[in-house]
């Protein structure tokens, strides 16, 4: 007999797990068998023992946090995807399986994240339900190694469905070269043939896999600042409850390092994604790899600029009566970069105009006023000369540039020729609005 898939298995994400987890507290998971508790190709009594037996092959892995409990009552022989109830059931019920399939694990997750690396997201499982096909010849280990007559070993099938509802994908897929015996002796091999007596007990490859998917973890932060300006140096430190014997960091802008905990400078402003592959040393289980992903985590900024191209920082457009549009011009191709904006209006034009005295009060409230909008709509309060500062900022630093205005109050459709801007960037400097608008945010304050 030729070799049978074992899986119908979902396209792979990745070659040892699938992308769903179950969370720490689920476990021990409880598991029931459904009407069709026995197998009619193996002996009496036999097929809810191997299932018992397979679920504890895994605790071999004494290193993964898992466990499992048999809840010794019967369900309802139709497979129900969603009731929350790990279920196995002999003989194909719900008649689901294809031919020459030997058993198939669904395993249901929620969106729920519950670990996440640069390869793969681990959707939370919430059920996951195991059945076998109806028209193979399975065997026991016993029967196989007795007597051979074209048997699959139940024992293998089981232990690598029950690998599959942990959350495992195939040591190695169909068609994969597959040239380590570690990956194709695996538990987790795609594929078994009849009278194969060698999948059974899980392998090393095996145990490495649920391993790193409940085994020990550890995390890491900056203990400096993460967010700030470039050039930025940040200090990361590992967090682990058993001894880190060694890690490996991608910071993210191409840069590495194999320190323990170290500091990172980056040169290129951006958003950083941080990951750091950490060796854990288990007093009781011995060493183990964790990879551990912290998403966008470092931001460096330079201090905003006008988009390449751009007149300036912004213009401003005649709209209608005494009020004016603007466009704003400022560079946001870093996300973050830019997250503080003030408008300000000063009665005049020229350098000794940016000053409280001249501040527009816009609504009338007796408060100078200060417009925290991207591209505000402008009321003048009356026709004249004007000087239109914008105060933008962000992480990396705050930017201040104005505009002079003559505005005069006529209709919108004689507004061809639009406004009479002046000036141009960068101009003034700080002045008493826009110290206030900051005050109290952690940032360099940074001025032409
Ligand atoms: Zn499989």
Redesign the pocket.
């Known amino acids: 007999m030729s070799l049978l898939l074992?899986?119908a298995?979902p396209p792979a994400l990745a070659w040892e797990h699938i992308g769903k987890a179950w969370r720490e507290e689920d476990f021990p998971l409880h598991w029931a068998t459904g009407t069709s508790q026995e197998e009619d190709s193996l002996a009496e009594g036999y097929g809810r023992e191997v299932l018992v037996k397979s679920w504890d092959n895994w605790l071999v892995a004494e290193c993964a946090a898992i466990g499992n409990v048999y809840d010794d009552d019967t369900r309802a022989s139709e497979r129900n995807y969603a009731d929350g109830a790990i279920t196995m059931h002999y003989d194909d019920p719900s008649d689901e399986i294809e031919p020459g399939v030997l058993g198939v694990?669904w395993p249901l997750a929620n969106n729920v994240i519950v670990k996440e690396t640069s390869t793969l997201v681990y959707r939370q499982m919430i059920d996951a339900d195991i059945v076998f096909n109806d028209n193979v010849d399975f065997g026991s280990q016993d029967d196989i190694s007795t007597d051979c007559a074209g048997q699959t070993s139940i024992e293998a099938v089981a232990v690598?469905?029950i690998g599959?509802l942990h959350g495992l994908e195939?040591s190695c897929q169909d068609g994969d070269p597959c040239t380590e015996t570690d990956l194709a002796e695996a538990t987790?091999f795609?594929a078994i043939g009849s009278c194969d007596l060698s999948k059974a007990d899980i392998n090393v490859d095996d145990i490495t896999s649920i391993t790193t998917l409940y085994g020990s973890s550890a995390t890491f932060e900056a203990v400096t600042s993460r967010i700030g300006a470039n050039p930025l140096a940040v200090e990361f430190e590992i967090t682990s409850e058993v001894p880190v014997i060694s890690a490996s960091w991608k910071f993210g802008d191409g840069e590495t390092s194999t320190e323990l905990n170290p500091t990172h400078e980056y040169l290129t402003p951006g958003q950083f994604t941080v990951e750091a592959t950490m060796e854990l040393e288990d007093p009781v289980c011995g060493s183990s790899f964790y990879t551990y992903d912290q998403l966008g985590y470092v931001l460096a900024c330079e201090a905003p600029v006008p988009a390449e191209g751009a007149d300036g920082y912004f213009t401003m457009a005649h709209s209608d009566g005494l009020t004016y549009t603007t466009v704003n011009h400022t560079d946001v191709s870093v996300y973050g970069c830019v997250d503080t904006i003030a408008w300000e209006i000063y009665k005049g034009t020229g350098e000794g105009v940016i000053s409280a005295d001249n501040l527009v009060d816009l609504d009338g409230d007796g408060d100078s006023d200060s417009i925290g909008a991207w591209a505000p709509k402008i009321a003048f309060p009356a026709a004249g000369d004007y000087t239109v500062v914008m105060n933008i900022g962000g992480p990396g630093g705050v930017r201040a540039s104005f505009l002079s205005v003559t505005v005069e109050d006529r209709a919108g459709e004689n507004a061809s020729g639009g406004c009479s801007t002046t000036g141009s960037s960068a101009g003034f400097g700080l002045v008493g609005g826009l110290i206030a608008a900051v005050a109290g945010l952690r940032r360099r304050r940074s001025v032409e």
Do not use: F, G, I, S
């Open positions: 074992l899986l298995a694990t690598h469905e599959h195939h987790m795609w």
